[in-house]
């Protein structure tokens, strides 16, 4: 260990543990160029068989499908660690990975993913010397690695997780189109409590923003400061990770589900009503796109609607969320009015090898110029990030080139929930100029014939 701490206790010792734990993981030793020397520990307990201990630090460490990053191991110790230089900007998330003899990375590439997964499953473990709450994601915890202060602050994430009985509703959406049933949250964030016909915005992953890393409190404190205008919010939950990867792609049924039969349904009392809005027309509609299967119809859907169903709506979405909040701005041109997209998953191709970049330019002969104007995308990736980041460059460049309002920003980062989320806060304040349109630097060539 090149930088061990300045400890009297012998390394490994209880009491150099102790004051491990006192100090908390990881240490965060700041440098002079702008950078930190962070190093983290984990103990290994008594009588195991520990063989390896991995680290995965979102977009940091390389894709342990590539190549896993082990932590080193002292010798005749139960110290294990690993060291690494940062910029003081960072902030991001990490989790261990301790594997017995026998658990061990496979040779063969095919089997490696699935070995990650299950290893993750089986073995994955937040730091438990890390004084920053964890939170989770998938089926594990992820510990936090912040070295710069965050937009939304931990006392407000602790005053979010008390709105339970609050402003913020639960309710429980079954729904006929999609045939499962997930939890929606509900906000109302109105300064002087008289507005109506609020906009309204849409989260996905809803779970993570009014749980895991609760942004309520944030919107609420910014409403009323005036620094967000008076609106609605509404949080969905993703299920499963098969589920997510199935709806939150272009599926064209998760949307109709969510215009036509949730919205109507909410009630803003925390209750989702009976459903009694779908009309014949929609019916029907809804029968053709399941029926069609395809993602990309050869003309937007803006035809389906009901009397109640909303307009002016902003998605945000990350990941296959971009994905879903870009393909839904693009299929319902008039209902949707701004998308947030952050490191959209823009590599995905339907079964017959479209993509939505290319969606982007042939909805736009059905929706015309004029129509493309009335929606605003922001695509947001992180600096840390690399074929997501490529990914968002390019369906921002094509967004550009078929008429769209489009702007592009990158932040401090990778493909992480505490970046997304530190990007997204930052970000909602901040109105869209009006008649600006992003272009990429001239690296990707757009066929928009």
Not at 23 to 33: A, D, K, Y
Not at 83 to 92: D, F, R
Not at 102 to 127: C, K, M, S, T, Y
Not at 294 to 300: I, K, L, M, S
Request: a negative charge; glycine letters at 6%; hydrophobic letters at 40%.
């Amino acid at each position: 260990m090149k930088h061990a701490p300045n400890f009297r206790a012998a390394i490994g010792s209880e009491a150099w543990w102790q004051q491990i734990a006192r100090r908390g993981t990881p240490l965060i030793e700041r440098l002079h160029n702008g950078y930190c020397r962070v190093t983290f520990y984990w103990r290994q307990p008594q009588d195991s068989a520990i063989q390896t201990v991995y680290i995965d630090c979102w977009s940091l460490t390389p894709h342990p499908v590539e190549a896993p990053t082990a932590m080193l191991h002292i010798p005749a110790s139960d110290v294990w660690y690993w060291e690494v230089c940062l910029p003081e900007t960072w902030q991001g998330s990490y989790f261990f990975i301790p594997v017995a003899d026998g658990d061990g990375f496979p040779v063969h590439h095919q089997q490696r993913r699935a070995w990650w997964v299950n290893a993750i499953a089986l073995f994955g473990e937040a730091d438990p010397y890390n004084p920053l709450p964890s939170y989770t994601s998938g089926s594990h915890a992820l510990s936090r690695l912040l070295l710069k202060t965050s937009v939304c602050s931990l006392a407000s994430e602790t005053r979010s997780a008390a709105l339970a009985d609050g402003p913020l509703r639960l309710a429980h959406w079954h729904s006929h189109c999609l045939d499962n049933q997930r939890r929606v949250w509900q906000l109302h964030c109105d300064a002087d409590g008289a507005q109506t016909d609020l906009p309204l915005l849409i989260f996905l992953d809803g779970a993570i923003w009014a749980e895991q890393l609760p942004v309520v409190n944030w919107l609420r404190e910014q409403t009323h400061a005036g620094l967000l205008p008076a609106a609605r919010y509404v949080f969905i939950e993703a299920l499963d990770s098969h589920t997510r990867a199935d709806e939150l792609t272009c599926n064209p049924t998760f949307w109709l589900a969510v215009l036509l039969e949730l919205l109507p349904q909410l009630d803003w009392q925390g209750n989702i009503t009976p459903l009694t809005l779908l009309n014949h027309r929609n019916t029907e509609a809804l029968r053709a796109v399941a029926q069609a299967n395809t993602p990309f119809p050869d003309e937007p859907l803006s035809a389906i609607t009901t009397a109640s169903c909303a307009r002016g709506i902003t998605l945000i979405g990350q990941s296959f969320g971009g994905l879903a909040a870009c393909y839904a701005g693009l299929l319902f041109p008039d209902r949707v009015s701004r998308v947030i997209s952050q490191s959209g998953s823009f590599w995905w191709q339907s079964p017959q090898g479209a993509r939505l970049d290319h969606f982007a330019a042939t909805s736009l002969a059905a929706t015309g110029r004029a129509r493309a104007g009335e929606v605003q995308f922001l695509l947001q990736a992180g600096r840390f990030e690399s074929d997501m980041r490529c990914e968002s460059q390019r369906m921002s460049a094509a967004l550009s080139a078929s008429g769209y309002t489009t702007h592009y920003q990158e932040f401090e980062g990778g493909h992480d929930w505490l970046c997304w989320r530190e990007a997204l806060l930052t970000a909602l304040p901040q109105p869209y100029p009006a008649a600006t349109r992003h272009q990429c630097e001239g690296v990707f060539h757009v066929d928009v014939q």
